[in-house]
């Protein structure tokens, strides 16, 4: 039995332990996980952290700039913003396989981390924001065979190619006790809460071809999706509520012509792990609501459809 404040101080004493006076380069994603661990970091050992945010140009609506503000302003933590998208979207450019858009972003993401450790003369130690249920994930799948589901990159692969020790110090939480940390810490209730965001971002929830178009396209629909959700006051009763973009196109009509435009998927899940996930059951007048907004306010989108499966048999993201 422990508490979140005692948590708090052994992790501090263990970073410090393991980085005695080295350099600690940590990667935010934007996500709750990554966060927390760099500004208990920040908190155990200081200056000697460096933190890089990697544009990928498959953010959400106005991500970048709020993790900006909040470790810059709110923390006072310095913050190296690295504007990757259109190297990002000229690697994917052609490429629909999903596990090798995984691994592309995956790749690159080193690639740049190792451009910018160079730049600070090089760290001895990578920070990651990694949980419990990501170690056991990326290993096996639930009570199944020893299967790659999907390859996490969050997981494995950096140190070797790196040469930098591992520093995970939420490698033994949960969300819900990362979360806790969080607060602990004094991040905002409204970061804190925040839903999860995989690594890879957009790009795993636009099957097929990603393009900066089709990103742009995907995050007006997620923005009006999570602002629904949001003023329907649902959005703490769910694990992770987001748009996909289909690569399928559909024939309808507006005002009195036709249009032949994108499906757009909406999914929402509850979980306390994101190990198994139950659709949340929104009632259908909520659904048609956010299905009207979207048709009429996002071009390039004309149907609107609900995911129905929990997780088993389906995954929480679409790839
Ligand atoms: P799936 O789709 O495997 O997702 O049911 C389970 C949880 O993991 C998140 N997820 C990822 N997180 N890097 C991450 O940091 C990834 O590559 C990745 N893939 C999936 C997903 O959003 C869900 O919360």
Same mark, same amino acid.
């Not at 000229?90 to 972003?105: N, S, V």
């Not at 129905?308 to 997780?311: G, R």
């Given at each position: 039995?422990?508490?979140?404040?005692?948590?708090?101080?052994?992790?501090?004493?263990?970073?410090?332990?393991?980085v005695?006076?080295?350099?600690?380069?940590?990667?935010?994603?934007?996500?709750?996980?990554?966060?927390v661990?760099a500004?208990?970091?920040?908190?155990?050992?200081?200056?000697?952290?460096?933190c890089?945010?990697?544009?990928h140009?498959?953010?959400?609506?106005?991500?970048?700039?709020?993790?900006?503000?909040?470790?810059?302003?709110?923390?006072?933590?310095?913050?190296?913003?690295?504007d990757?998208?259109?190297?990002?979207?000229?690697?994917?450019?052609?490429?629909?396989?999903?596990?090798?858009?995984?691994?592309?972003?995956?790749?690159?993401?080193?690639d740049?981390?190792?451009?910018?450790?160079?730049?600070?003369?090089?760290?001895?130690? /990578?920070?990651?924001?990694?949980?419990? $249920? &990501?170690?056991?994930?990326?290993?096996?799948?639930?009570? *199944? %065979?020893?299967?790659? @589901?999907?390859?996490h990159h969050?997981v494995?692969g950096?140190?070797?190619?790196?040469n930098m020790?591992l520093?995970?110090?939420l490698?033994?939480?949960?969300?819900?006790?990362?979360?806790? /940390?969080?607060?602990e810490?004094?991040? $905002? &209730?409204?970061?804190?809460?925040?839903?999860p965001?995989? *690594? %890879?971002?957009?790009? @795993?929830r636009i099957?097929?071809?990603?393009?900066?178009?089709?990103?742009?396209?995907?995050?007006?629909?997620?923005a009006?999706?999570?602002?629904?959700?949001?003023?329907?006051?649902?959005?703490?009763?769910?694990w992770?509520?987001?748009?996909?973009?289909?690569?399928?196109?559909?024939?309808?009509?507006?005002?009195?012509?036709?249009?032949?435009?994108?499906?757009?998927?909406?999914?929402a899940?509850?979980s306390?792990?994101?190990?198994?996930?139950?659709?949340?059951?929104?009632?259908?007048g909520?659904?048609?609501?956010?299905?009207?907004?979207i048709?009429?306010?996002?071009?390039?989108i004309?149907r609107?459809?609900?995911d129905?499966?929990?997780?088993p048999?389906g995954t929480?993201?679409?790839?």
């Open positions: 039995d422990w508490t979140m404040a005692e948590y708090r101080e052994t992790k501090i004493r263990e970073i410090r332990d393991q005695g006076d080295g350099k600690v380069i940590c990667g935010l994603s934007g996500g709750v996980d990554s966060s661990a500004i208990l970091i920040h908190e155990a050992i200081g200056e000697q952290l460096t890089v945010f990697v544009d140009g498959l953010l959400r609506l106005n991500e970048r700039e709020q993790v900006e503000t909040m470790f810059r302003d709110h923390y006072n933590i310095p913050l190296v913003v690295v990757a998208e259109e190297r990002f979207m000229a690697g994917l450019a052609g490429e629909t396989d999903p596990e090798k858009k995984r691994k592309f972003i995956g790749k690159t993401f080193i740049v981390f190792e451009e910018e450790a160079k730049k600070i003369g090089g760290a001895d130690f /990578l920070a990651q924001g990694t949980l419990y $249920p &990501d170690v056991i994930e990326s290993v096996s799948f639930t009570g *199944g %065979p020893s299967v790659t @589901i999907k390859s969050n494995g950096l140190p070797e190619r790196m020790q520093v995970e110090p490698r033994e939480l949960f969300k819900d006790e990362v979360r806790e /940390l969080g607060r810490l004094g991040l $905002p &209730d409204i970061f804190v809460g925040r839903h965001f995989p *690594g %890879p971002g957009l790009a @795993i099957p097929g071809e990603v393009t900066k178009e089709r990103c742009d396209i995907l995050r007006k629909a997620d009006i999706y999570l602002e629904e959700i949001r003023n329907a006051g649902l959005y703490d009763a769910i992770q509520a987001f748009a996909v973009l289909l690569p399928v196109k559909t024939v309808g009509v507006m005002g009195d012509g036709r249009t032949y435009d994108s499906v757009c998927g909406l999914r899940v509850t306390t792990d994101g190990m198994t996930a139950d659709v949340y059951p929104f009632d259908a909520f659904l048609t609501q956010v299905a009207t907004r048709v009429n306010e996002v071009q390039g004309n609107v459809v609900y129905y499966t929990s997780k048999p929480i993201e679409w790839e």
